[in-house]
């Protein structure tokens, strides 16, 4: 069955990122984000760029968009699908995808 499938996929994604010591969610093409502090995030899958302000920068990624919200941010860098914002982060948020 189609479930089955997606398990046997899923656990062999698992596997191979413990063997390899990446996280399995790069291995599968996901989102990948770095908060270091409350300064600096990196996130890698990003699809777009979809709102841009100091207050609120909202990125496209796989199944949704994430908002992140603060004060004085910047987008220091765009480059294949890896994006760095600096400033004051407040808060992260994944927004699902409407079906």
């Known amino acids: ?3 089955e499938q997606k398990n046997r996929r899923r656990n062999l994604v698992e596997y191979i990122s413990l063997k390899a010591e990446l996280p399995s969610d790069a ?5 990948r984000i770095e908060l270091r502090g409350r ?4 996130l890698g899958g990003c699809r777009n760029i979809v ?3 100091p207050e609120l920068v909202v990125l496209g990624i ?3 968009e ?7 941010l910047i987008c220091m860098s765009y480059y294949e699908g ?15 995808e409407k079906k």
């Open 1 to 3: 069955s189609k479930n």
């Open 27 to 31: 291995l599968a093409g996901e989102v």
């Open 39 to 42: 300064n600096t995030l990196f």
């Open 51 to 53: 709102k841009y302000s």
């Open 62 to 64: 796989k199944g949704g």
């Open 66 to 72: 994430v908002a992140i919200l603060g004060e004085r």
């Open 82 to 96: 890896t994006v760095s914002i600096e400033g004051l982060i407040e808060s992260v948020r994944f927004l699902e």
